[in-house]
């Protein structure tokens, strides 16, 4: 086989969302896969549509999944088109470039130029309104909406402001071979000549999209299905240049678990709110690989490194049909995560959300409570709410749930006041002091040891669920949980 050489080619026109990634990550492990090379190449020729902000979110989303692009825009080709960037390390250069699209303006209208040369593609002159009227007439009368041709013939001369049109061939035979989905064919186009050159002498994407793939020498161009329906003008356009086109790989769009097509209303869907809802890049990465691949039977519960996707991936293994993206597995991969990472690891992780939250513990505080958190960390959003508890000066207690049909506010509070007795005598204010002297409170009250606990949990960390009971009477010490145990029987 020839190198594989495989492109993510996104617009700038807002934030990457997470169906755009999964294009990008698909042909990110196909090029791995065969040793070959990625390349990042900015679509920018719609010039209107244009954020402030996109092409540095889209490096940002690479780098923080780890995706390595061999080629790709440099910062020089970035400046000219008033993009300061952070372009990390991990963006090579190729030599292929520009590869920003609104800079290889020259290069389009020298194919362009050949097209018009060998009768494919023509000039024309239509005024607007002459175009809506011909629209309206078509519709009124139930044709095919289009342009009608007037300019083919008409040798519209290059100095008149004009836009180029490819000549659509009569009833073009047009069979795809997808990467993915097998054979597409076509019975008509629904195209009439369609613009490849706008007036401002921008290309549209079909033809910026052939030359580059050509000039680039992709072998597969991986892409969305919702260009599916223009791939019959590429291939019309490759034939017409007599080059040979990619091997086309579009992939099936994402559904939310309703079955609707994925977007906001079932949760965020950009790449980086999952970074910000404390989620890790390698489950992300892991889960949207797997939104319609299969690693093979076993795999479900292992999280693979980007390199083990990488040996395993192919294209035949990716579902043609769509795949569902359930955010609940979602966060259950993030768990099986996080519980993955070494302690140390998961500590450097979990601080940004910490401090972000002004939640301070000492390392000793730490170890003894984070390995309990990490074990029941589904996002890391979830730690520091966790935490709040042992750090608040301003602690609110859930009162009502200390009592049961078992325990009363009478029995509580004198549960409560042998339990700070018990406490405030202990000399080494531990796990291995505090637990035993709570137990042998049993027997002394005649209860039962679980009924001695949610009382003083409730005191003092406030509610039900929090970090385990006695490493956290360890974590806020002796003076606090004294203190908050008298606070407590004030409140019953
Ligand atoms: N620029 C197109 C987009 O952002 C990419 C289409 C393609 O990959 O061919 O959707």
């Known amino acids: 086989m020839t190198t594989v050489r ?6 700038p026109t807002g934030m990457l969302h997470i169906g755009g990634f999964r294009s990008a990550l698909y042909a990110w492990l196909l090029a791995r896969h065969h040793g070959g090379e990625f390349l990042l190449r900015i679509e920018d020729t719609d010039r209107e549509r244009k954020v402030e ?20 825009p440099t910062k020089e080709e970035l400046a000219q088109i008033d993009e ?9 250069q190729g030599d292929f ?21 060998s009768g494919h593609a023509y000039r024309c002159d239509c005024a607007p309104e002459m175009l809506d009227q011909e629209r309206e007439a078509q519709k009124a009368a139930k044709q095919q909406v289009g342009y009608g041709g007037r300019c083919r013939d008409r040798n519209v001369s290059a100095d008149t402001p004009h836009v180029v049109r490819f000549k659509m061939p009569e009833n073009p035979e047009l069979v795809l071979q997808d990467g993915i989905r097998g054979e597409i064919t076509w019975e008509s186009i629904p195209l009439k000549d369609p613009i490849i050159v706008k007036s401002d002498g921008f290309p549209t994407y079909h033809l910026a999209v052939v ?20 791939t019959p003008l590429h291939l019309l356009l490759y034939n017409a240049l007599g080059w040979e086109p990619p091997i086309y790989c579009h992939l099936p769009v994402v559904l939310g678990t309703d079955g609707k097509k994925l977007s906001k209303r079932h949760g965020s869907t950009a790449w980086d709110s999952f970074k910000d809802q404390g989620y ?24 693979f490194s980007l390199k083990e996707m990488a040996e395993r991936f192919s294209l035949e293994k990716v579902n043609p049909s769509s795949g569902v993206f359930d955010y609940d597995k979602l966060q259950w991969m993030n768990g099986l995560a996080i519980r993955a990472l070494s302690f140390e690891e998961f500590t450097k992780r979990v601080n940004p959300f910490l401090e972000k939250e002004g939640i301070k513990l000492s390392p000793e505080q730490w170890a003894l409570i984070g390995p309990h958190i990490q074990e029941r960390t589904k996002v890391l959003t979830e730690v520091a709410p966790q935490l709040e508890c042992l750090v608040t000066d301003s602690l609110e207690r859930e009162i009502d749930q200390m009592l049961s049909k078992k325990v009363d506010a009478e029995l509580a509070k004198k549960i409560l006041t042998s339990e700070k007795e018990a406490l405030s005598v ?58 908050r145990i008298e606070d407590a029987i004030l409140e019953l």
């Open 6 to 11: 495989t492109r993510f080619a996104p617009s």
């Open 280 to 303: 890790l890049p390698e489950a992300v990465v892991n889960f949207v690989a797997r939104i319609g691949w299969s690693p093979g039977d076993g795999c479900d519960e292992e999280i």
């Open 211 to 230: 030359v580059d793939d050509y000039d680039m020498k992709i072998s597969h161009a991986m892409r969305g299905e919702e260009w599916i329906p223009s």
């Open 84 to 92: 300061d960037v952070t372009l990390s390390s991990t963006v090579g």
């Open 426 to 483: 202990l000399e080494t204010f531990d796990v291995e002091h505090i637990e035993p002297a709570v137990k042998a409170l049993a027997q002394t009250l005649e209860v039962k040891a679980g009924a001695l606990f949610l009382p003083l949990r409730i005191a003092t960390l406030g509610k039900k669920a929090t970090p385990p009971l006695f490493e956290s009477l360890q974590v806020i010490g002796k003076e606090v949980t004294v203190k």
């Open 97 to 117: 470039g520009p590869y920003i699209q609104s800079l290889r303006l020259k290069r389009y209208q020298e194919v362009c130029s050949q097209l018009i040369e």
């Open 53 to 72: 902000g996109a092409i540095q979110g889209i490096l940002d989303c690479f780098e923080w999944f780890g995706l390595d692009i061999d080629e790709g």
